[in-house]
């Protein structure tokens, strides 16, 4: 870890290990307040936009910074992820009204999906390949504070003090880390300019409707709902061409299928998380704080076993990859034994302390292989679509669940997504390739970003 606090690193760790656990907290806070917002600004039947917002604004941003920091350098795109983010904080908190709060949800989306992409462009520049594991570690661990006290103190500050400062609470800590960034953007080198990408704008706005198409129907089953969520995915499918690697959704060895692993343990992992709390609170009679300890558990599996992998960083990616999905299979076929009503309800921990760990060696490594096989002309548009994948492989597969749970139960949804990380596991075994040198697999091509 001494690598991330080397002078010359030292500020942007700080400034993105905080920007990430200030974006967490948000998130966490959010969910914790929501019944106490909407109630005070009457928007109880719109309970689910703040939400919606939010994602959708994320997953666009997600795709034009990526596209901005190709084309202008990401000197010039850092700042607005901390921009847009603040200033949505400040015009949800003022909000007198839920249409002004989701006006503010929207730029906390713009802002978060901007610093999620830059983050990840900043590491590829500011580490060295050998560090950056260990970079990626301490991204994972500035979720758990966040994960283990946000809800709480959410809770207290909603009941204390009052829902605004959820949000106004968090805007002085975004000025300090966006501060800390300011001598990093001076010591980035000059940027050779990428040519736009012609149809992405659009192909984003295709992807964040397919998306809260899909979280909709997920949220409201019916047979309208199916119909909804068909077209969301047949959307996905036309915005994705443009979005992700030629050869993504088929595989095809190197960067596409390492993107296409990153929404495979997104989807396998967030689709029965979702459920954990339900199924121990309607099924075996949990209160809310204890179905949702499982959850920290597998946070701090997920934190501790990314930071585990930053420091061996001398292992191979594609061998922790696929351990990964191991362990994400393994903890998601073990909830199946909690799922029904003569299941044993505390198996959800180590279930969850499994699939967490899975997650924490597996998304940390398809970050460490997707910027290895990056160049610095298209290092935005490679974080872009990692984290879409993320983004769509959740959206896909928790629709799935949506549909399948109130019809099969939780555990047919946690025994198929357990064979989505098997899958996984058989799929990049022989095709998720260490790069050689100049970021491609030795003897090909770069892949194509266009159709496919």
């Not at 690193?9 to 990430?20: D, E, H, S």
């Not at 990401?74 to 006006?103: D, E, K």
């Not at 594991?133 to 661990?141: Q, T, W």
């Not at 077209?231 to 190197?254: D, F, I, M």
Request: hydrophobic share 55%; glycine share 12%; charged share 10%.
């Amino acid at each position: 870890m001494t690598a991330l606090w080397a002078p010359d690193r030292r500020a942007a760790t700080v400034g993105i290990v905080l920007l990430v656990t200030l974006t967490a907290f948000e998130r966490m806070g959010v969910t914790t307040a929501m019944p106490r917002l909407v109630a005070e600004l009457h928007g109880e039947e719109l309970y689910a936009w703040p939400f919606l917002s939010f994602l959708v604004a994320s997953v666009v941003a997600t795709v034009l910074a990526g596209q901005l920091c190709d084309r202008y350098g990401p000197a010039r795109v850092v700042m607005a992820g901390p921009a847009l983010f603040l200033v949505g904080l400040l015009v949800a908190g003022f909000a007198p009204s839920i249409p002004v709060l989701l006006a503010g949800r929207v730029l906390q989306g713009l802002g978060a999906g901007t610093q999620t992409v830059v983050s990840t462009v900043l590491i590829g520049l500011v580490y060295p390949e050998r560090d950056r594991p260990a970079a990626f570690g301490a991204v994972s661990a500035a979720w758990v504070l966040p994960a283990l006290i946000g809800p709480a103190v959410s809770g207290v500050v909603t009941e204390r003090i009052g829902w605004r400062f959820v949000f106004l609470g968090l805007v002085p800590l975004v000025v300090v880390a966006a501060l800390l960034l300011v001598p990093v953007l001076r010591r980035l080198p000059e940027h050779d300019g990428a040519p736009p990408r012609q149809g992405r704008l659009l192909a984003a706005v295709g992807a964040a409707a397919g998306v809260a198409g899909l979280s909709w129907a997920a949220q409201h089953p019916s047979a309208v709902m199916v119909a909804l969520g068909l077209a969301s995915l047949a959307v996905l499918y036309v915005a994705q061409r443009s979005l992700l690697p030629a050869g993504t959704l088929l595989a095809r060895r190197g960067l596409p299928v390492t993107i296409l692993a990153r929404g495979l343990l997104a989807g396998a992992y967030f689709s029965c998380v979702a459920y954990v709390p339900l199924t121990l609170t309607v099924v075996h009679g949990f209160d809310p704080l204890l179905a949702g300890l499982p959850l920290t558990v597998g946070s701090l599996g997920w934190a501790s076993a990314s930071a585990w992998q930053g420091r061996h960083r001398d292992l191979a990616r594609p061998v922790l990859l696929r351990w990964g999905f191991v362990f994400v299979a393994a903890g998601v076929a073990t909830l199946s034994l909690v799922a029904p009503a003569w299941g044993v309800p505390w198996v959800a921990l180590p279930a969850m302390a499994l699939a967490g760990a899975g997650m924490g060696l597996g998304v940390s490594s398809v970050s460490v292989l997707t910027l290895a096989a990056s160049t610095p002309s298209d290092r935005g548009f490679n974080s872009s679509a990692m984290w879409l994948a993320d983004q769509l492989g959740s959206a896909v597969l928790v629709g799935i669940g949506g549909i399948l749970v109130p019809a099969a139960g939780a555990g047919t949804l946690n025994l198929l997504m357990a064979g989505v990380a098997v899958v996984g596991a058989v799929v990049t075994g022989p095709r998720v390739t260490s790069p050689g040198p100049g970021g491609h697999r030795p003897g090909s091509r770069p892949p194509r970003r266009s159709a496919g």
